[in-house]
């Protein structure tokens, strides 16, 4: 819906923000200045004991000095209602007395319409109210008993009973002078094809009202109470008032709770939803009998960043989950994520209360898995990968997966996870035990811990070496950031040892993927302009020739694949001495020598191969390539001897 020109700046106008934000904050009267406006308080959005939040109701704008929170009374009703923006402005507009205008005349027409439809939805509602109360709905008065709802719960979720009749609902409406077609329309009644008299949809059943979050009953869930029903739960049909993928059962009562404090559960069914608020999880809401779609998870990150998927504990709920991955890989962003919480093999939220109580939910809820982890397992569990093969096959999996991700940096965070349970699954396990032989061992003690020193002191100067490296990798791009546009993957995908350098590479590719400003201008805000000189001003950077010819993509891009190369052979060696010292533990074996030799000479390959590819050649006139600094020496040679030949003949 459009707003017309004007009607914003006049709900501002008309609109205090201090006595909007009034209602959420305590002022502080000593910094406060009513008279003028000039008001501040604690911050709503962050625990803080000094006012520090800012509100200056002339120009209507709110700052807060320490979380940097900021906007006007249409953002803080958003913020702290957890609503849409549309939303908002119909909060303050009811409040301010303003109508809110209609869209166009059609649009008039159908919002009316829906008035009507609603209106038919909470006549029905009353109706299932009163049903309940009735001698034909003891059996269902006896489950919900069974179920430990009392009659507060059975008030709070407006919890109904739809009669056996054929048309006892239909009855009612009609008598109520509530039109056929509305009656169909909203769902509540089927008309069939032959042209017969309309019947009723819910027979038979409990019934949960199904609200949008204004308020509105937009649909029902009846539950069966005849085992020969043919759906055990049956949902309202599509109507102009509810789209089931793109509604929440508990919508309106969970934001307000998760705007307060807990996290976002997400459950399966109505009445998991009912026992989790009844055990004081208020901020819990369930799809509507249909998997999680896309705009159902747009919905849950507008009420939370990361909801928790508490789905049952059986084979359907953990496939759910896994299918809910592939939903949310494309949707993901910074900041907003999922969380799933496994419960028992066999339990729903519901049993696992009434088994072991509200403690047992919590501990779930704080187990909860991370999406990225639930990926892994995902792709992992049941398989075996004793082959390079199959690891290559699962290497690609992830990688297509994770191309999915639309944020760079996310995708990045969420490659090196990866990365890492990968290094820690497939990496071979280290053996201590030694097995004497028929002599027994015959162990220097001495000489064997004097190798371990000399093993730990050369792979601590490893580790100095990939630092100085790293420190290369980063300056080079950061002098030449247009070789991010083919080296970016190789620079997320390799292992940084050092925290600020972590950092500072994720500096670089969020920049990379939304450029704004000069790259060092973004280092600068991140690290600080002290920090980003430090790291250019280190003598061994600072003699690079990719630094000292900033801009020069093809040197860059040339330095970088030497650098690249040479890291990965320092890391490895260091490793491979890092995990000799811990097989040592007598006599040096073989296969650790073994080990060694190959490590270093991988290393000196890398370094052999850096230097060969830097020196130039011609081409003798036999065809061989020679040297072409050493060609430059040796024809000098040669005319300083034919020089000094012709002079002695001159003489």
Known sequence: MSLPPGFLDELRSRTSLAHVVGRKVAWDPRKSNQGKGDMWAPCPFHQEKTASFHVDDRKGFYYCFGCQAKGDAIGFVQETENVGFMEAVEILAREAGMTMPAADPQARVTADRNTRLAEVMEEALRFFRLQLSASAAGAARDYLSGRGLGAEALKRFEIGFAPNGRHALWQHLTGKGIAADLIVECGMAIAPDDGGAPFDRFRDRIMFPIRDPRGRC??????????????????????????????????????????????????????????????????????????????????????????????????????????????????????????????????????????????????????????????????????????????????????????????????????????????????????????????????????????????????????????????????????????????ADALADLPLGSSDHAALRAAILDWHARPQGTLRERLSQVVGAQALETLMGHAHVALVPAVRNPGNTELAALGLAEELGKLAAARGHAEELREAVEDIDGPVPDRVVWRLVQATEARNRATRQSLDDRTEYDTGTNGAKLNKDERSAFDQLIRDIDFTKSRDRSH
């Not at 939903?327 to 339990?347: D, M, S, T, V, W």
């Not at 639309?406 to 349970?421: A, V």
């Not at 601590?460 to 002098?479: F, S």
């Open 218 to 487: 937009i649909a029902f869930g009846g539950r069966a109470m005849s085992p020969e029903a043919r759906a055990k739960y049956l949902n309202s049909p599509e109507t102009p008032l509810f789209d089931k993928g793109r509604s929440l059962y508990n919508h309106g009562p969970a934001r307000t709770a998760a705007g307060k404090a807990g996290p976002l559960i997400v459950a399966e069914g109505y009445m998991d939803v009912i026992a989790l608020v009844e055990a004081g999880f208020g901020a819990t809401v369930a799809p509507l009998g249909t998997a999680i779609t896309a705009s159902q998870l747009e919905l849950l990150w507008r009420i939370a960043p990361e909801p928790v998927i508490a789905l049952d504990g059986d084979k359907a709920g953990l496939r759910a989950a896994m299918r809910l991955i592939d939903i949310a890989l494309p949707l993901l962003k910074p900041g907003h994520g999922l969380r799933f919480a496994l419960l028992p093999e066999g339990q729903d939220p519901d049993d696992l209360l009434r088994a072991q109580g509200p403690a047992a939910m919590q501990g779930a809820l704080d187990g909860a898995m991370t999406m990225v982890r639930l990926l892994w397992q995902r792709e992992t569990e049941g398989q075996v990968f004793d082959s390079p093969e199959r690891r290559a096959g699962l290497d690609k999996r992830l990688r297509e997966l994770t191309e999915k991700i639309p944020d760079q940096s996310l995708k990045h965070h969420y490659r090196q996870e990866l990365r890492d349970l990968q290094w820690q699954t497939f990496r071979p396990a280290r053996r201590t035990g030694r097995k004497p032989g028929a002599g027994g061992w015959q162990v220097d003690h001495a000489a064997t811990q004097s190798l371990r020193r000399s093993l730990l002191a050369a792979a601590d100067t490893a580790q100095v070496e990939t630092e100085l490296r790293e420190r290369v990798i980063l300056a080079t791009v950061i002098c030449t950031p247009a070789i991010l546009d083919t080296h």
